[in-house]
């Protein structure tokens, strides 16, 4: 498949970075791959950042909920003290909702949700 990739790649004057290029391998069966774009063999890594959030194979779900809840909830005391009396209270929370709730519901497809997870969700929900 990566090799489609680069052809197409190719096609259209671009090329695919290999220093740049990581690949993680989710599986229980933790043998090493081997993956080459031309003659560079790319790195496999545990986890890696995706905009702004952290993506691991190990899927610690209730980990990175508890980072993005910390994150988040700084920036809406930083936006409350900010915007304290200049704005009105239901714009404030329709600015919360799009711009603090949706980055902090991004990637969420790839989470596996628990008891612990879902409870903590629902904590950081109370903040609407």
């Not at 610690?60 to 994150?71: D, F, G, N, P, W």
């Not at 003290?81 to 902090?104: D, H, P, T, W």
Request: aromatic share 8%; proline share 1%; charged share 30%.
């Amino acid at each position: 498949m990566l090799d489609r990739i680069v052809d197409k790649c190719k096609e259209y004057g671009m090329e695919v970075n290999a220093k740049k290029t990581k690949i993680m391998h989710i599986e229980r069966d933790t043998k090493a791959l081997t993956i080459t774009v031309g003659n560079a063999v790319l790195e496999e890594v545990s986890k890696y950042p995706y905009l702004g959030h952290m993506i691991a194979a190990d899927v610690a779900t209730l980990k990175e909920v508890q980072i993005r809840t910390e994150k988040d909830k700084a920036k809406v005391l930083g936006e409350q003290r900010a915007a304290a009396n200049e704005i009105g209270l239901n714009a404030k929370k329709r600015i919360l909702a799009c711009y603090i709730f949706s980055v902090f519901s991004y990637g969420c497809e790839e989470w596996t949700y628990s008891k612990a997870v879902q409870k903590k969700i629902q904590t950081f929900e109370i903040w609407r």
